[in-house]
């Protein structure tokens, strides 16, 4: 079956600093890839989506690359900031059936000033 | 819009009670979901829908059972409450099943 493998956090970093979440998949067919982020008590967000490969899915700084070859989707950012801090999830759709969205176990992040 | 509305919030439930987890959209999509997040886990599907009259199990359907008389709403209805089932559940929705869906703000559920 599918699954989505993340990164265990949680991952603290300092403002400014360069972040990774690395993210590998395993699926069956052409998935579409996303990242989700969830803040404190909320819902989860649509981060940003990639749906081929070689695909860049971006979106507030936040950017990952589709790569089918080593199966992974890892997101980055730049430059962190204390707003960024939230749990972050790596998700796969099927490319057939019921579409329903495959979740890793999330990534919490942390960004001290 | 609204979007997605869950409720209640929150709910504290003893052990045999039922309830019903409420979910309703105004976007006029067709595939709703509902999934469990449990600590430090990601979600897991209970149940979705691709249409009004239309329901299918999901990954972890057990002790659950939802209905969808409408294109709007969706509810999740729990029979008899076990402390297994103390989790945040999420309701979502999407108009295609190839877009991604759009996320309730959660109904946090501890049984006692």
């Known amino acids: 079956g599918n699954s989505v493998t993340q990164m265990e956090g949680p991952v603290t970093l300092s403002e400014e600093a360069f972040l990774t979440i690395n993210c590998t998949y395993t699926a069956t067919g052409y998935p579409s890839l996303f990242w989700y982020v969830q803040y404190p008590g909320e819902g989860l967000q649509l981060l940003l989506k990639?749906?081929?490969?070689?695909d860049k899915g971006s979106n507030k700084g936040f950017e990952a690359t589709y790569r089918k070859e080593t199966t992974s989707f890892h997101l980055e950012k730049g430059s962190v900031q204390v707003s960024d801090s939230a749990v972050y999830f790596c998700?796969?759709?099927?490319?057939?059936?019921?579409?329903?969205?495959?979740f890793g176990s999330g990534t919490r992040l942390q960004v001290q000033p | 819009n609204a979007g997605v509305t869950q409720t209640p919030k929150f709910r504290i439930l003893k052990i045999g009670q039922s309830m019903t987890l409420q979910c309703t959209q105004d976007?006029?999509?067709?595939?709703m979901y509902w999934y469990r997040q449990d600590p430090g886990m990601g979600l897991k599907l209970i149940y979705y829908?691709?249409?009004?009259?239309?329901?299918d199990k999901g990954e972890v359907p057990n002790g659950y059972n939802v209905s969808r008389s409408t294109t709007e709403d969706f509810p999740l209805r729990l029979e008899l409450a076990a402390p297994s089932q103390t989790s945040v559940y999420f309701c979502?929705?999407?108009?295609?099943?190839?877009?991604?869906?759009?996320f309730g703000q959660g109904t946090r559920l501890t049984v006692v």
């Open positions: 990639a749906t081929k490969a070689d």
């Open positions: 976007m006029n999509h067709n595939y």
């Open positions: 979502a929705s999407s108009y295609d099943r190839g877009q991604p869906p759009l």
């Open positions: 829908s691709v249409g009004a009259g239309i329901t």
């Open positions: 998700a796969l759709s099927e490319s057939t059936g019921r579409r329903a969205l495959t």
